[in-house]
């Protein structure tokens, strides 16, 4: 079983800066694509960004050219640097990570940490 631990989140002004990390521990475990999502109170979860393990990246319209994705194999660790928040920014941000299996793939998620932008 694999485990995420997000970490980073708090409160910031608009126009600040935040960096998230997702860590995943477990044992005998590999990783293909990890991402963040966001939920606004309210809102459906929405895609921010996603990574696969060759690098190829995908961005939300809404975050392009504020936030980078990135993420260390040999860590098993995702990064999210977020630049230039916004108070609609405000949501709790939870990681993701589609964990090979003989199957396919299985969804993990972390807990979330709560992201908060004020005006």
């Known amino acids: 079983q694999v485990q995420l631990v997000e970490s980073g989140g708090g409160l910031v002004q608009a126009g600040g800066s935040l960096r998230l990390s997702c860590a995943a521990s477990?044992?005998?475990?590999?990783?293909?694509?990890m991402g963040w999502y966001r939920q606004a109170p309210g809102k459906q979860r929405e895609l921010v960004a996603s990574?696969?393990?060759?690098?190829?990246?995908n961005y939300g319209d809404s975050v392009k050219d504020r936030f980078t994705i990135s993420r260390d194999n040999a860590k098993n660790t995702m990064y999210l640097q977020m630049n230039s928040l916004r108070p609609e920014d405000t949501a709790v941000y939870y990681c993701?990570?589609?964990?090979?299996?003989?199957?396919?793939?299985?969804?993990?998620w972390g807990q979330g940490t709560l992201v908060t932008v004020s005006a």
């Open positions: 993701n990570a589609a964990v090979v299996r003989s199957y396919g793939y299985l969804a993990a």
């Open positions: 990574i696969t393990s060759g690098g190829a990246i």
């Open positions: 477990g044992s005998s475990f590999s990783i293909n694509a």
